[in-house]
């Protein structure tokens, strides 16, 4: 991959290869929602806002706040870790939204006071 902000002359900010894992933080959020879909070998140009890359910090020198940022992606393997299929934040998620419905019944159940 390439990581380039485009208001900077399109210098490259970050460059080479990374390895990680889908939903796990270890990239921005932009590069991570964006490459979600991809086969092997798919070449993509990825636009992310600022709110979904280095938003009002940026990164040190190479990145100033508030930049939108471009990088241009090729997938080169995927692998699937079948000992963990559920990553530990889609069940915190999935417990959110299941406490949330039953905190909506909940509230649906309640007598209304005149």
């Known amino acids: 991959y390439q990581g380039r902000p485009p208001a900077k002359d399109n210098k490259v900010f970050d460059a080479g290869e990374v390895d990680f894992v889908i939903g796990d933080g270890q990239v921005v959020r932009g590069f991570d929602l964006g490459i979600r879909g991809m086969c092997v070998g798919e070449r993509r140009l990825l636009q992310v806002p600022s709110k979904l890359g280095y938003g009002k910090?940026?990164?040190?020198?190479?990145?100033p706040p508030y930049s939108d940022l471009v990088f241009?992606?090729?997938?080169?393997?995927?692998?699937?870790?079948?000992?963990?299929?559920?990553?530990?934040?889609f069940m915190?998620?999935?417990q959110r939204r299941k406490e949330s419905r039953e905190?909506?019944?909940r509230r649906r159940k309640k007598p209304?006071?005149?």
């Open 57 to 63: 910090k940026g990164r040190k020198s190479k990145v």
């Open 72 to 89: 241009d992606i090729t997938l080169t393997h995927a692998e699937v870790d079948w000992a963990n299929k559920f990553s530990t934040s």
């Open 103 to 105: 905190a909506a019944l």
């Open 112 to 114: 209304r006071q005149p």
């Open 92 to 94: 915190e998620c999935a």
